[in-house]
Structure formats: C-alpha cells, structure tokens
C-alpha cells in the first residue's frame, strides 16, 4: 500500500485528499495533515468562492484551458458531494453579470462571446434597454452575462469534502504542523499550505536558480465584507470593473445577505479598517446606490499566496525529489482551479504525468 501525505487542508488539499479517495482501484493510504485546528482557516476561509472562468477577459492560453476545464466539473462535483454527505453546499448556478465603464467594452465582450462560443461556453451581451429590463438597479449602459460560471461557499465546500474523504477512508489530523518534509515517512507527499510552503519548501530550493535566497510565494492580501441589503434582489453574481481597472464582486448568499469584495491589494497591516470598509461600499453604491442602505454584518481579510518568479498556480514536482508534488500558489483563483488541480496532482501522483497542460506551471 503506498502511503500519501498531503500538507493542507484548504479548498486544494482537501480537494486532492478526495479525488486521491475515489481511486478504488489503487492501494492509498491518505493522510491530510492542517496546522489548523479545522479546515478552511487561511486563504480559502477569506475567499468568496467565485468560478469566473467563461467570462474572464484572458481569452486563450493553458491558463484558460485549465479554468475552463476546472470550471466544466463543479456541477457533476457538487452533486456528488451533496448525495454524498447531505450536506449544504450553497452554490449558485444563475451565473455572472459583468459590468463595464470601458467605452470598448462591448467591443471586447462580443469579441470573447465568439471565442468562448467555439471553446463551448455561451456569454450573452445585454445592452441598455437589457440591463433597464432585467437588472435596473443597476447603473451601467451594458453588460456581459455568463450564464455558465458559477459561486460556491467555500467554507461549505471544504467541510463536505473532508466529510466525503473521511467516509472514503482519509485520515484528517488537525492542530498538526509540519516543520520539515524530511521527518515524514511517507512515500508521497503533496504540499497545499499556500503561504505556508514557503518554509517547506525553502530547503529544496535553496540551489534553485529562480528562488536561491528568496521565498516562493509573497503574501497579497484582500479583504471583504457581509451585508444585509434589504430589497436588493439580487439572484446573479455580480462582477463590476471599475474605470481605474480595479474590481468587485458582490455574492448572493441568503436572507437578504451578500458577499461584498475586491482584488484590490490592500496593505496587510491595515487589514480590516473602517476606511478600507468605506471604500469599497463607495464603490459599490456608485454602480448601484441600493447599497446606501447597506448593513455591515461582519468584515474579515486574509492574504493569498503569490508566486513570486512562477506562474499562478504552482504544480508538479519538487526539482530533484521526485516523492514532493506542489499544489499551490493559486493566488485568487484556488477554489475556481481546485477540481482541475487534484485532477493533475492525481495524474502524477499515479502515472507520473499528466493529459492537462501543467508543465507551464512547474518550478
């Protein structure tokens, strides 16, 4: 029986503990290792769960191959789970209303609504009288619908995940950190920890041409907020770009309750403060002024793990340690990209290599 030890337990690493579950047909004994005392405590705790794959502006490359891919399994997976565990995974399938400023904006969508067409996925442009129609609250002369991407609570996500692993058969150790690769007798390990990596990892790399001398991953950091906005009636995800290039995206989520958030890349030290609290609600009312009514329920903050001279994410092996396998550096997209992810970590894991475009993102 080979012995696999995965280092993690955030959307990614308890994503690979399941799929690693499923393979009936191989002998593995799987053990997640969280520093934590539960599941979900560092970047993926702070996500909003956003699966914008069809409609994000980057039109080709692996990188959007492995989106759409990942993307393309949610569906399937969260009805898996769900039969699974019973439990509630909140996930909304009515898709992704974009919204622009851009003068070229609806030159730019129609552009990507072809593309996406032949890659299989429908994006919709809405104009005007669309938007009046269907979205009035909404301050903007146009917007991009993505009817297939979708949100999932993360949170929610990973608990299930665990629970379906654990009846699979993984062992979950909680409140465990691991201080050096080398003191576990394992004969794989998988490394998930996100910031945490970088201590991990640090010995392997220290003759690394790229990384001798400095750390793999830099903090980013991003904050968000939960509101109760009586009579917003929002059923869609909504995606704003604002004129300067930042972004927001606001989540449906129950009882009158959304996700508030953004890319913006706030200083780690001043995260949450009030002013970064007003900030985005300023933005947020200036494209729809229902959230003037807006009550602030709870704000949080959490920092997300950047490659510092690697693509977003990092996959494969550890260079000269065939047994280490990487899954991490996703930045802002680990929940979006964690099916296609545990679906390449899998394939080399068993095979060695894998079908899915993952050499761009090795060390």
């Known amino acids: 029986m080979q012995t696999v030890t995965i280092i993690g337990c955030g959307v990614i690493g308890a994503m690979i503990a399941y799929e690693l579950s499923k393979c009936k047909e191989y002998e593995l004994n799987v053990t997640v290792l969280e520093v934590n005392a539960s599941p979900a405590i560092g970047a993926t705790g702070s996500a909003l769960g956003v699966l914008m794959a069809a409609s994000s502006s980057r039109a080709r490359g692996v990188l959007v191959k492995l989106r759409l891919a990942s993307l393309s399994k949610y569906d399937r997976l969260i009805a898996e789970l769900t039969a699974q565990t019973q439990h509630n995974i909140l996930y909304n399938r009515n898709g992704i209303l974009n919204l622009y400023r851009s003068p070229d904006a609806e030159t730019k969508s129609r552009s990507l609504s072809e593309i996406r067409k032949r890659q299989g ?134 009882s009158d309750r959304y996700w508030l958030g953004a890319t913006l890349e706030f200083d780690p030290s001043e995260l949450p403060n009030e002013a970064n609290v007003s900030l985005l609600l300023e933005q947020a009312i200036a494209w729809c002024p229902t959230f003037a009514n807006a009550e602030v329920l709870e704000t949080w903050a959490g920092d997300r793990p950047r490659p510092v001279a690697n693509q977003s994410p990092i996959l494969g092996f550890v260079p000269d340690h065939p047994h280490i396998l990487i899954a991490t550096g996703h930045y802002r997209n680990g929940v979006l990209m964690a099916p296609v992810t545990a679906q390449i970590t899998k394939d080399l894991l068993l095979t060695g290599t894998s079908d899915l475009p993952w050499r761009p993102f090795t060390l």
């Open 121 to 254: 996925f429908d994006l919709q442009w809405l104009d005007r009288d669309q938007i009046a129609q269907d979205f009035s609250q909404w301050q903007t002369d146009g917007g991009l619908l993505s009817p297939c991407d979708r949100a999932v609570h993360p949170t929610q996500l990973v608990n299930a995940l665990v629970e379906a692993a654990t009846q699979n058969g993984v062992k979950f150790l909680w409140n465990t950190p691991v201080e050096n690769l080398e003191d576990l007798s394992s004969d794989r390990i998988i490394v998930t920890s996100g910031l945490g990596s970088n201590a991990l990892l640090s010995p392997f790399l220290k003759n690394h041409p790229k990384y001798a001398g400095q750390a793999l991953m830099q903090p980013v950091a991003g904050q968000a907020l939960l509101l109760h906005i009586p009579k917003l009636n929002l059923k869609n995800v909504v995606h704003i770009e604002n004129e300067d290039g930042s972004d927001l995206n606001i989540v449906p989520l129950d």
